[in-house]
């Protein structure tokens, strides 16, 4: 027997949105350690972990719902 999760369309954008968002902050901080900080370097940085926070969280309720409600 296969434990393989299916995940919807949808799911699946919202975790390639996520990768996207990560990569985005790896550069912002890169360059933040690099010595190119300006303002919008750091407010870009504060922006993206909080854009990756709130799709992480809302990801995983989506996920944690399914499988509750899968349970049942």
Do not use: P, Y
């Not at 949808?10 to 949105?17: I, N, R, S």
């Not at 550069?27 to 972990?49: C, K, M």
């Amino acid at each position: 027997m296969s434990d393989r999760t299916t995940i919807s369309s949808a799911t699946e954008v919202d975790l390639m949105q996520i990768v996207a968002l990560h990569r985005l902050l790896d550069f912002a901080v890169s360059e933040a350690l690099a010595g190119n900080v300006d303002d919008s370097v750091l407010e870009g940085t504060v922006i993206l972990t909080r854009m990756v926070g709130r799709k992480v969280r809302r990801l995983a309720d989506k996920l944690l719902v399914g499988e509750s409600s899968g349970c049942d």
